[in-house]
């Protein structure tokens, strides 16, 4: 039982750091309005302004780019499961069915591709701060090695696959 609450724990945690992604870029947006206000009233000279500017936008870039990638992901994990519950209720034939689900598959795997290429030397801002909570976890004795190790695979994995932790699909493991 405590295992199961100290995981759930875990997870919970997890989810808040993704939640953290939408806050940068809230934070972000404050920053870029505050080097323009700084500009405007001319603290801050258009050289540096424009520097800082260009710095800040490409953060946020980076982020986009990162969260749009899995959201590709997801509605083709729809689509498929979609397809796939028309051919188990007849309205596909399995012909059908088997070439849509090719397509679809090949599709995700593009899309894996174009943000492997993309990020390859940038890790996911959200994978970023879920492995920061999970060595703070461990660092401070509140996770064990093999929950350590544990979480950490999973959360990779499902950072690869581009999808997001479900809780409900975790206790379905445990």
Same mark, same amino acid.
């Given at each position: 039982?405590?295992?199961?609450? &100290?995981?759930?724990?875990?997870?919970?945690?997890?989810?808040?750091?993704?939640?953290?992604?939408?806050?940068?870029?809230?934070?972000?947006?404050? @920053?870029?309005?505050?080097? #323009?206000?700084?500009?405007? !009233? $001319?603290?801050? %000279?258009?050289?540096?302004? %424009?520097?800082?500017?260009?710095?800040? #936008?490409?953060? &946020?870039? @980076?982020?986009?780019?990162? !969260?749009?990638?899995?959201?590709?992901?997801? &509605?083709?994990?729809?689509?498929?499961?979609?397809?796939?519950?028309?051919?188990?209720? $007849?309205?596909?034939?399995?012909?059908?069915?088997?070439?849509?689900?090719?397509?679809?598959?090949?599709?995700?795997?593009?899309?894996?591709?174009?943000?492997?290429?993309?990020?390859?030397?940038?890790?996911?801002?959200?994978?970023?701060?879920?492995?920061?909570?999970? %060595?703070?976890?461990?660092?401070? $004795?509140?996770?064990?090695?093999?929950?350590?190790?544990? !979480? =950490?695979?999973?959360? @990779?994995?499902?950072?690869?696959? $581009?999808?997001?932790? %479900?809780?409900?699909?975790? =206790? &379905?493991?445990?």
């Amino acid at each position: 039982m405590l295992k199961s609450i &100290k995981f759930l724990l875990i997870l919970f945690l997890l989810i808040i750091a993704q939640t953290s992604v939408n806050s940068e870029i809230a934070e972000i947006n404050k @920053q870029l309005k505050s080097i #323009e206000n700084l500009l405007e !009233t $001319g603290t801050l %000279d258009k050289k540096t302004y %424009d520097s800082a500017k260009q710095k800040l #936008e490409k953060q &946020k870039e @980076q982020i986009v780019a990162q !969260t749009s990638v899995n959201s590709e992901i997801k &509605k083709v994990n729809e689509q498929l499961k979609s397809i796939e519950n028309l051919f188990e209720t $007849g309205v596909l034939d399995e012909k059908t069915y088997n070439s849509t689900k090719q397509k679809l598959e090949k599709q995700k795997q593009q899309i894996r591709s174009q943000k492997t290429k993309k990020n390859s030397e940038q890790i996911s801002k959200t994978l970023e701060k879920q492995i920061e909570v999970l %060595d703070k976890l461990f660092k401070d $004795g509140v996770l064990s090695e093999e929950e350590y190790l544990k !979480t =950490k695979e999973l959360i @990779q994995e499902k950072e690869d696959k $581009g999808e997001n932790i %479900d809780l409900a699909e975790i =206790k &379905k493991k445990n």
